[in-house]
T-cell receptor, first 114, second 110 residues
Framework: DTGVSQNPRHKITKRGQNVTFRCDPI?????LYWYRQTLGQGPEFLTY????????KSRLLSDRFSAERPKGSFSTLEIQRTEQGDSAMYLC????????????FGDGTRLSIL | QKEVEQNSGPLSVPEGAIASLNCTYS??????FFWYRQYSGKSPELIMF????GDKEDGRFTAQLNKASQYVSLLIRDSQPSDSATYLC??????????FGTGTLLAVQP
């Protein structure tokens, strides 16, 4: 069990650029979640996958955000035309699908928009 | 009303004392309850989860759940300076997403 892996750890980019983050879940976990956390707040849910199916999306996930999990393993989160307000920590978590099993988080990707 | 509420703190306790962290939630359909610890600049780390009314103990940690009062708490016995962190309460209802409180900052004074 190597834990949830996220890359990159840090991303600095200019406003208007596109960015993509990757998440590799714990290998036996078929559920994968994305959250966003800003300073002083708890993580906010963005979206989640069971295997390759995207089952829920938050209203926070504007049309500039897209997430994929094409083979039911790793996932990517893309933000197009980044804005200052997108600066945050983007967290990925995974769990098994047995009931409401605990979610385990990766180290996160910290995004800074210049 | 926020869905999950926590006192932001800071909660300051002396080393060796019991730290008591509290959380209330608004959705009576909530089924699972989690406590995460988050050090500054790091990601949340799961420390306890509880599904049924009552107490659940794991080492120095005890989670308490009262669904009638929509209240969940975390007790940390023999607090250590290394316990100083933000403690996040999270609730999982009919959907699988976690809803977090804003966290309580705990400071354990040596």
């Amino acid at each position: 069990d190597t834990g949830v892996s996220q890359n990159p750890r840090h991303k600095i980019t200019k406003r208007g650029q596109n960015v993509t983050f990757r998440c590799d879940p714990i290998s036996e976990h078929n559920r994968l979640y994305w959250y966003r956390q800003t300073l002083g707040q708890g993580p906010e849910f963005l979206t989640y996958f069971q295997n390759e199916a995207q089952l829920e999306k938050s209203r926070l996930l504007s049309d500039r955000f897209s997430a994929e999990r094409p083979k039911g393993s790793f996932s990517t989160l893309e933000i197009q035309r980044t804005e200052q307000g997108d600066s945050a920590m983007y967290l990925c978590a995974s769990s098994t699908s047995s009931g409401n099993q605990p979610q385990h988080f990766g180290d996160g990707t910290r995004l800074s928009i210049l | 009303q926020k869905e999950v509420e926590q006192n932001s703190g800071p909660l300051s306790v002396p080393e060796g004392a019991i730290a008591s962290l509290n959380c209330t939630y608004s959705d009576r359909g909530s089924q699972s309850f989690f406590w995460y610890r988050q050090y500054s600049g790091k990601s949340p780390e799961l420390i306890m989860f509880i599904y049924s009314n009552g107490d659940k103990e794991d080492g120095r940690f005890t989670a308490q759940l009262n669904k009638a009062s929509q209240y969940v708490s975390l007790l940390i016995r023999d607090s250590q300076p290394s316990d100083s962190a933000t403690y996040l309460c999270a609730v999982n209802g009919a959907t699988n997403k976690l809803i977090f409180g804003t966290g309580t900052l705990l400071a354990v004074q040596p």
